[in-house]
């Protein structure tokens, strides 16, 4: 073949100039946002001040003061800089990064802005972002098990609040450690309802996973007000403590955020990096990623595509019980009607902007906890704008790449179908 | 000498069907066994009941002597059976190597996937058997010729003795067939025995050592390739004797019906798909593109169609600009469309035959009047073309869904050709069809040029394109390489320019 195609003719990748364009005019419109809304409403001798001490740490770090003008028109600057670029050049295959960079720089002006003539504890908003996080991003984890095997579980949300629940009433009756244990177990549960319906009975699996939803906040909400909310010792389970890992969370600055927190915020961190090394470097994992990509391929190979989603279902639906405990046992020590307020389906989406990928979930996790963590902060600063409006933010930067203007994800080839031999 | 593989009365119904009835074969050591039929005539069926896929309702299997239950790929391949499937069974976001491991994983301490062990393996193996490729290769990312390496080497790595090839070549440049076939040669040199699964008589007869044909999922016969000729298994396959060339008068072109120029359009991924391409098509003439499948010749149709809008370029039909016209008013202005894919584009399944026979001409007067269907004049309307396109099905009333492939591409065809039409887009107009209803289909196609229509043919079938065509264009990459006579041209120009080749490097 080699020898007789001697004249190859490569299509040119096309690039669209539209593209360039557009983003250049978003990199230049975010600049001059920085300007009109930030820099024209602080008067010259105002002064910002980061606080990068969360509270509750050994290190003492001095505050971060600095003017807040200049800062922003610094900011504003560099902005243009890159929006100009990207309109006479482009940036190529960097114009996403160069996106994230842009997109970093407003963020930080408009923390300049809020801040100035104030304080604002930046360390604090870190900390509590990496907390909102742990959900989101281990709801993703449970999205990822199940979709890379070729099933879609929009039930993450429902396994959540049922896992909470059990969470909340075991704990109470038995211990926290059992109230985790049985959390995980009503995840797997609904996982086995899940899977039998959607690959043994081949039930279309938006509307199974609609199902459970719909089922966990009916029982829950029906138990929780019968039971829960009479009967106090049924609803205290307690919660996990906070452990500081040795050494590391000595570190100045990052220490407090990453290194001082329960074993909830840990165990996300561990399973991403468990999860990526399962998925990318075992048997397992390859196995699994066939199943999920081309059914037909791995069955010719040998390969047992049901069982090999039903595991995948199940150890989703751990996950996802796992996300639920957090709830109670990580966050409040308590049961609460529908507390899992739609992070199950916020995961899904951290799962989509992660790329079916853990570390990229764990990225798309934070950055949502970020924003959540933002508004909660809102009301301190005196910033004349409606916290609800900036906790729109994340699902906003959601609708924007599922459209496509940042990229393609690739989603598995054989996401949603159930698995037929002719 | 005994057989490496012996099928013996292998039978298997489906509800309706007798897909199998009895089936024996008996494949010898180092030989290439041609199983020939038709499409629906039963070959596959058997194949992936040898392969595990399907469990026979009778019969039975020997390998090398011995008595073989396959209940699933699994008992397949330990006995050393291995089949590349029509439709690849590859991942495209999978390297080669982790392509050809899946299934049968070297690991390494710790549980971990020993890709580089592997890799080592798959070049010991290109060595051996001259099947050149790159173990880090995405699987996407390789021309189909390579991915077929890619199967047969996933053979080998789990040591597989008989090769099942189904239908190798239907999506291979006729250089690339050749290729095959000389490694086709290497293996059975080496000991394998290979079972190739076709319908195409050419490479029966240039590179099987023995035949068996099926029709009708029965054995008809089997022979010795010195003992026959095409003519001979033709007849076999089909039940009668069919003319294997239509006649054709000569040409006579007219005035310029369609008019393209400098054309560049993207495909669904935004790339671009084709580029620089030009031509025209005169009434009474069919100009055939030809080119392995994924060249452009798709996004080509749809602009003609006006399916897609071009981004750069002019298509203009009789004199007209119709280069960002809506399907509509293309459709209007006399242009009649055979899609690629049948059941997706040209067909809606579940409606009946009368139904997908006005679904172009629906809101018009007689079959509309002003919001009311005619219903009595959109029945008598299908009762006449079902006799006269000779679509075989029990009522007009019937789904499309129930017909044969053959006949789906009747009604399609009858729909399209009972329209007036100066410009007929025929895009594979024949995938998949038995040889009967290509004789057909090809006799209606050169009648509809004989009245004065523009035709505009694409196929992967370089023999449809060398029949039916009175002018050659051979699109590569989304460019059309040459456009050429096709009296005076040959199968191996137009076979070297679908590879690439232009016309002044040889």
Redesign the interface.
């Known amino acids: 073949?080699?020898q007789?195609?001697?004249?190859?003719?490569?299509?040119?990748?096309?690039i669209?100039p539209t593209r360039r364009m557009v983003m250049g005019i978003i990199f230049l419109a975010l600049s001059v946002g920085i300007w009109v809304l930030f820099s024209r409403n602080v008067t010259a001798d105002m002064q910002t001040t980061f606080s990068l001490y969360p509270g509750g740490s050994k290190v003492i770090v001095p505050d971060w003061i600095f003017p807040s003008l200049p800062m922003l028109n610094i900011l504003a600057l560099v902005g243009s800089a890159l929006g100009a670029y990207q309109l006479a050049r482009g940036f190529g295959r960097q114009t996403n990064a160069i996106l994230g960079v842009v997109s970093g720089i407003f963020i930080f002006a408009f923390l300049v802005w809020g801040a100035s003539g104030g304080s604002l504890n930046l360390a604090g908003l870190l900390k509590v972002a990496v907390v909102r996080a742990v959900p989101l991003t281990l709801g993703a984890l449970a999205g990822i098990l199940c979709e890379r095997s070729g099933v879609f579980n929009i039930a993450i949300e429902g396994m959540m609040l049922t896992a909470a629940f059990c969470a909340a009433l075991f704990g109470s009756l038995v211990n926290i450690w059992f109230g985790l244990f049985t959390a995980i177990l009503a995840g797997a549960l609904m996982a086995l309802v899940l899977a039998v319906l959607s690959i043994k009975y081949k039930v279309n699996q938006i509307i199974s996973g609609t199902v459970i939803n719909i089922f966990a906040t009916g029982i829950t909400s029906f138990l929780s007000a019968k039971f829960l909310q009479k009967y106090e010792a049924l609803n205290n389970s307690g919660r996990f403590g906070t452990w500081d890992v040795p050494g590391l969370s000595q570190i100045p600055f990052i220490g407090p955020i990453l290194f001082s927190h329960n074993i909830f915020i840990y165990a996300m961190f561990i399973f991403v990096i468990l999860m990526t090394v399962a998925l990318f470097?075992?048997?397992w994992g390859?196995?699994t990623?066939?199943v999920g990509?081309?059914p037909?391929?791995?069955?010719?190979?040998?390969?047992n595509v049901n069982r090999t989603r039903y595991i995948s279902v199940l150890l989703g639906g751990m996950m996802a019980g796992f996300a639920g405990a957090y709830f109670v046992l990580g966050s409040v020590g308590r049961f609460d009607e529908v507390m899992t307020a739609g992070r199950g389906f916020v995961g899904l989406a951290a799962m989509i902007f992660g790329n079916y990928n853990p570390v990229g979930s764990l990225g798309a996790g934070m950055l949502f906890g970020f924003a959540d963590s933002l508004a909660s902060k809102l009301a301190i600063l005196k910033v004349p704008i409606p916290n609800k409006f900036l906790e729109m933010g994340p699902y906003i930067i959601t609708m924007i790449v599922l459209a496509g203007v940042v990229g393609r994800g690739?989603p598995p080839?054989a996401g949603g179908k159930p698995y037929e031999?002719? | 000498m005994e057989p490496v593989l012996e099928l013996k009365g292998i039978t298997k119904r489906f509800p309706g069907v007798l897909a199998n009835d009895h089936i024996s074969l008996s494949l010898m050591h180092g030989e290439i066994h041609a199983l020939l039929g038709e499409n629906g005539a039963g070959k596959t069926t058997l194949m992936n009941i040898l392969y595990g896929l399907y469990k026979p309702d009778e019969g039975e299997i020997f390998v090398n002597g011995k008595k073989l239950v396959v209940d699933t790929p699994n008992d397949a391949i330990k006995a050393g059976v291995g089949m590349v499937h029509q439709h690849f069974m590859l991942i495209p976001v999978f390297t080669v190597t982790e392509n050809v491991m899946l299934g049968n994983e070297y690991l390494k301490a710790g549980g971990f996937l020993d890709r580089k062990k592997v890799a080592a393996r798959i070049r010991e193996i290109s060595q051996q058997y001259n099947l050149q490729v790159d173990p880090d290769a995405y699987v996407k990312d390789l021309p189909v010729g390579i991915q077929q390496r890619v199967e047969i080497i996933k053979l080998l790595f789990r040591n597989a003795n008989i090769l099942i090839l189904d239908e190798p070549t239907a999506v291979l440049t006729p250089q690339e067939v050749d290729e095959l076939f000389n490694i086709m040669k290497t293996l059975v040199a080496k000991g394998k025995s290979i079972i190739l699964i076709t319908h195409k008589l050419r490479e029966v007869m240039e590179f099987a050592d023995q035949t068996t044909v099926i029709r009708g999922g029965r054995v008809i016969g089997t022979a010795k390739q010195s003992e026959t000729n095409q003519l001979m298994l033709a007849s076999m396959m089909v039940g009668r004797q069919i003319l294997l060339n239509i006649e054709k008068k000569d040409a006579d072109p007219k005035e310029v019906v369609l008019d393209v120029k400098n054309l560049k359009v993207l495909d669904t991924h935004h790339q671009i798909a084709v580029q620089n391409v030009s031509f025209e098509v005169r009434a009474g003439e069919v100009l055939g593109v030809a080119g392995v499948q994924g060249n452009g010749q798709t996004e080509l149709v749809r602009a003609m169609t006006g399916l897609d809008h071009p981004i750069e370029g002019k298509i203009k039909l009789m004199g007209k600009d119709i280069t960002h016209s809506s399907v509509k008013e293309i459709t209007e202005l006399g242009t009649a469309h055979i899609p690629e894919d049948r059941q997706k584009d040209g067909l809606v399944l579940a409606y009946s035959i009368e139904d997908n026979l006005i679904l172009n001409t629906w809101y018009k007067e007689p079959f509309a009047h002003n919001i009311v269907l005619q219903r009595k004049v959109i029945l008598d309307n299908a009762n006449q073309l079902i006799s006269k396109f000779d679509v075989r099905t029990p009522s007009p009333l019937t789904a499309t869904s129930n017909l044969s492939g053959g006949n789906q591409q009747k009604v399609i065809v009858a729909r399209e050709f009972s329209r007036p039409i100066k410009l007929l887009v025929a895009s594979q107009p024949t995938r998949g069809l038995d040889v009967g209803s290509i004789e057909y289909i090809h006799s209606r196609i050169i009648e509809k040029r004989d009245d004065g229509c523009a035709v505009l043919l694409v196929s992967t079938e370089l023999d449809e394109i060398m029949q039916l065509s009175d002018r050659i264009a051979v699109m590569y990459r989304g460019q059309i390489l040459a456009i050429v006579d096709a009296k005076t041209t040959t199968r191996e120009s137009i076979g070297l320019l679908m590879a690439g080749v232009a016309p002044e490097d040889h």
Do not use: N, V, W
């Open positions: 073949m080699t007789t195609t001697a004249t190859i003719i490569k299509p040119a990748e096309y669209s470097y075992t048997r390859l196995r990623r066939s990509e081309h037909k391929a791995a069955d010719t190979l040998g390969i690739q080839a031999k002719e």
